[in-house]
């Protein structure tokens, strides 16, 4: 008994997944925001933020640090909704077609998602440093990790493989075009 695999259902699980991924994240994303906001008003609420984090020592050291710690955190996780969010909307897309995938929307679509690979790599680095400043001046400040901003090289990584992809899609629809206007 052989089992097969088709491109078709490697497609649609990669789709499933995006989807509970992009759910996920944006769910960080609403979450990280909305206490962010909230311990403005109610700084208690800084005492367990986000995933039980306790970012009530930055709180209490300068309300500007922590504003500014939160905004670092909420981009980074924002850009990470929105790169699969784009991939969602390219599995939705009428574009996207296998047996002719070298398309302009593609392209664009992949350097996009590249950009804000990027953009969350910059801002989640930005972040780990700030966060690193922050714990030099003498503020307990949570594990990295509990922050959300973990793993920016990994993202500035991606983005550096996406752009090269980018570039390889890029070529292909110019040999495509010239194929389509030699025939």
């Given at each position: 008994?052989e ?5 078709k ?15 996920g994240?944006c769910?960080?994303a609403?979450?990280i ?6 311990a403005?008003y109610k700084?208690t609420?800084?005492?367990h933020f986000w995933?039980?984090t ?9 309300k500007?640090h922590f ?7 909420s ?5 990470k909704?929105?790169i ?7 599995f939705?897309g009428?574009k996207f ?5 070298f ?6 679509m992949?350097?996009?998602i590249?950009y804000?690979?990027l ?10 440093r700030y966060?690193?400043?922050i714990?030099?001046q003498g503020?307990?400040?949570?594990d990295i ?6 793993g920016?090289?990994?993202w ?7 752009m090269?992809i980018?570039q390889?899609f890029k070529?292909?629809?110019?040999l ?8």
């Amino acid at each position: 008994m052989e089992i097969r695999i088709t491109t078709k259902q490697i497609l649609l699980f990669l789709n499933i997944l995006s989807w509970i991924i992009f759910v996920g994240v944006c769910i960080e994303a609403g979450g990280i925001i909305f206490n962010s906001v909230y311990a403005l008003y109610k700084p208690t609420v800084a005492t367990h933020f986000w995933n039980g984090t306790d970012l009530s020592a930055l709180y209490a050291h300068d309300k500007g640090h922590f504003i500014a710690q939160t905004t670092l955190m909420s981009i980074a996780t924002v850009m990470k909704a929105l790169i699969f969010y784009l991939i969602i909307k390219l599995f939705y897309g009428k574009k996207f077609n296998i047996p002719s995938p070298f398309h302009p929307v593609i392209l664009k679509m992949v350097f996009n998602i590249a950009y804000l690979c990027l953009g969350a790599g910059l801002f989640s680095l930005w972040g780990t440093r700030y966060a690193a400043w922050i714990e030099e001046q003498g503020v307990q400040m949570p594990d990295i990790h509990y922050l959300g901003i973990g793993g920016g090289d990994v993202w500035l990584f991606m983005a550096v493989v996406l752009m090269v992809i980018g570039q390889v899609f890029k070529k292909g629809i110019e040999l495509q075009t010239e194929s389509d206007l030699t025939v």
